[in-house]
Nanobody
């Protein structure tokens, strides 16, 4: 079984910064791509950023230049540094990973989400 646990969410003022972390644990053989999605109230879940095992990154247009995704393969952890936050960034942020375990060659796993609120 695999678990993804996010941390680092909270309340921040517009223009502020937060750093989200997501640690994967369990019977992990290999973690391929990892990423962050978000879902605001009344809206569909949307991609924020992804990162390959080798470090190649991809960002949604609305976060380019403000957010940075990174990972530590030794710690099975992915990060999302969020700068210049805007009220419209308010959402529940979910981490995901394409993870191979002893029982399954690869499967997508999701964390439980962490709330980010940008408000003055």
């Amino acid at each position: 079984q695999v678990q993804l646990v996010e941390s680092g969410g909270g309340l921040v003022q517009p223009g502020g910064s937060l750093r989200l972390s997501c640690a994967a644990s369990g019977s992990i053989v290999r973690i391929n791509s990892m990423g962050w999605y978000r879902q605001a109230p009344g809206k569909q879940r949307e991609l924020v950023a992804t990162i390959s095992r080798g470090g190649a990154t991809n960002y949604a247009d609305f976060v380019k230049g403000r957010f940075t995704i990174s990972r530590d393969n030794a710690k099975n952890t992915v990060y999302l540094q969020m700068d210049s936050l805007k009220p419209e960034d308010t959402a529940v942020y979910y981490c995901t990973g394409a993870i191979a375990t002893i029982r399954r060659p690869s499967n997508d796993y999701w964390g439980q989400g962490t709330q980010v609120t940008v408000s003055s």
